[in-house]
């Protein structure tokens, strides 16, 4: 098995079609097809279920599937620590954040890595905190950054920022919060495994409230759609400052006085892996960030 044979098998598997794959790949349908035959006939597996003219991965091929896109994201990891060490000059750094870290706070400190060094690309994912702490490590992503706590053996984790939460809702709402008024209120959430939701159900914990007690009008699965739900009055969420800041300047939100404590933000990556060039310097950055 080589790892162009991976190359290919993964760009297959992503499509479930062989012209496809071959066009994304720049290589011909014939070497494709011979690279995922070469693939089943040395293992004496199908990777595929051919339905008619289709192609279908099967078990087989997704188990294979995730072992690859490991495989191919540690060479990719070795190529790019290579290129560190010729001076940032070229090179990839892989990053996963959550949605208010990756949305509000990093974007200021992208835009300075990358005049610094426009030799690095930056590839950014963003997706709630459960989820960027599988991607780093599975490797999908050298460095994750997110507001949620995340405790896994696997992964060091260590603060990189503070951030400030408030619970808003459209009207300027009682001058008075307590817990009565938090089990009465109408609440729009954001997804199990956020960040953003577990900072509230902590904020809940200190009031002796049970997730379970509010009564939840919607769930929804970014800080933006939250935002708009709320601003359409549909009832109260607590968000980020760098979420709400714009729409409580304008009118739209208005903070209500329920003192809640800052929370951090943190950094994640593989526990022992060693960290190449680009993501130490992007980590020496966020260090010196205000």
């Known amino acids: 098995m080589t790892l162009e044979q991976l190359r290919i098998f993964v760009a297959v598997a992503e499509r479930e079609h062989v012209t496809r794959a071959a066009e994304a790949l720049h290589i011909t349908q014939s070497a494709v ?8 006939v040395r293992h004496d597996v199908r990777l595929f279920d051919r339905v008619g003219r289709s192609i279908v991965l099967n078990d087989v091929g997704r188990a294979l599937l995730a072992e690859a896109r490991v495989t191919l994201a540690q060479v ?4 790019d620590l290579l290129a560190g060490f010729r001076g940032l000059e070229r090179g990839t750094l892989r990053l996963a954040a959550s949605q208010t870290v990756g949305g509000y706070w990093l974007p200021r400190i992208l835009r300075d890595f990358r005049r610094s060094y426009p030799g690095i690309a930056v590839a950014l994912d963003i997706a709630n905190s459960e989820r960027v ?24 984790r260590w603060p990189i920022a ?47 409230i049970e997730p379970a007690e509010l009564r939840v009008a919607l769930t ?28 409580l300047s304008a009118g739209h939100l208005h903070a209500l006085p329920l003192d809640i404590p800052p929370r951090r933000f943190f950094g994640l990556r593989p526990r022992g892996r060693l960290a190449s060039r680009a993501a130490e310097t992007f980590l020496e950055m966020i260090a010196k960030a205000p």
């Not at 929804?220 to 729409?247: D, F, K, M, Q, T």
Request: aromatic residues 2%; glycine residues 10%.
């Open 133 to 156: 702490a599988e991607q780093v490590a599975a490797g999908e992503a050298e460095l994750g950054l997110v507001e949620g706590m995340i405790d896994r053996p696997d992964l060091e």
């Open 76 to 79: 990719a990891g070795l190529d």
């Open 220 to 247: 929804l699965p970014s800080n933006e759609a939250v935002r708009s739900a709320v601003i359409a009055g549909a009832g109260a969420a607590v968000l980020s400052n760098l979420v709400v800041g714009s729409a």
């Open 162 to 208: 503070d951030d400030h939460m408030l619970l808003v809702q459209a009207d300027a709402g009682p001058s008075r919060v307590d817990a009565d008024w938090i089990r009465s209120a109408d609440w729009v959430l954001r997804e199990a495994g956020s960040g953003t939701r577990s900072s509230f159900e902590a904020v809940l914990a200190t009031m002796a």
């Open 33 to 40: 097809s011979a690279a995922i035959a070469a693939l089943e």
